[in-house]
């Protein structure tokens, strides 16, 4: 069994067109990364795409689509990971999120990855309305779309507002979400928090085995390229 993953670098507003049609292949996953402004969202997008990463703020004005393919035993998946700018609401209605341009696809993701700046408490009490309202809006009798929380920053570990136990407590106990930290700037946990992602949109061929291990398996074989 191996793990590896081809990234594209197809980026822009629209979206454009996943190869889930062509070729039988699978339809995308559609991760949305949101949070506050300057929490770190396009530094972790970037980090896990390009291996890339720059210390120059770069605000975000409108959402920015990338297209990326992941092979899992043989077999290609398309990922649509979608860098969100800080949005003031979540869109309670398909409405209101084709009205609002930098909103478009995000009710509809497999997968919302919540970012929070662990030196920040007011990004963590944007995350936590965030959460609130994607389950208040969510449409009764569908099935739940997984939430991941991730704390950016670790290496800022010293500046931390909220002792790790208490958030990792909330949100695994209580709001029965996976939890991650991580640092975009020296690249740890980036790719974990990508694998649980995905382990959590329940990738029918890696629920036996964890999607990060396979990740870093497949780095260490030199099996993943991501370009
Ligand atoms: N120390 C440290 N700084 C980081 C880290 N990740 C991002 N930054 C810095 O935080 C600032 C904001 O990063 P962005 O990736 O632009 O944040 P964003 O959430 O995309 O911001 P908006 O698009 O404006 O909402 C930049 O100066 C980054 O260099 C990290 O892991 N550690």
């Known amino acids: 069994m191996h793990w590896s993953a081809v990234c594209e670098n197809r980026e822009g507003g629209a979206g454009g067109r996943g190869r889930g049609g062509s070729g039988g292949m699978l339809p995308p996953f559609r991760i949305a990364v949101l949070g506050a402004q300057g929490v770190g969202k396009t530094a972790i ?7 890339d990463y720059s210390d120059v703020p770069a605000p975000s004005r409108a959402r920015r689509v990338h297209l990326s393919a992941a092979v899992l035993n043989g077999h290609v998946h398309d990922l649509q990971i979608t860098d969100y700018p800080a949005i003031s609401s979540f869109p309670v209605s398909s409405l209101q999120e ?66 790790r136990h208490n958030i990792s407590d909330l949100v695994r106990k209580s709001w029965k979400c996976g939890y991650v930290e991580c640092s975009a700037k020296f690249n740890w946990h980036v790719l974990l928090l990508f694998g649980e992602a995905l382990r959590s949109v329940g990738c029918a061929r890696c629920k036996h085995v964890h999607a990060t291990i396979r990740f870093q398996r497949a780095l260490r074989r030199e099996r993943c390229t991501l370009m």
């Open 45 to 51: 997008v970037k980090r896990f795409l390009h291996d």
């Open 98 to 163: 084709w009205s609002d341009a930098c909103c478009r696809g995000i009710r509809s993701a497999h997968v919302y990855i919540l970012v929070y700046d662990i030196c920040c408490f007011d990004s963590f009490e944007y995350v936590k309305t965030m959460r609130q309202q994607i389950l208040e809006t969510r449409v009764l009798g569908t099935a739940e779309t997984p939430i991941l929380i991730v704390g950016n920053k670790r290496d800022l570990q010293r500046g931390r507002v909220i002792p």
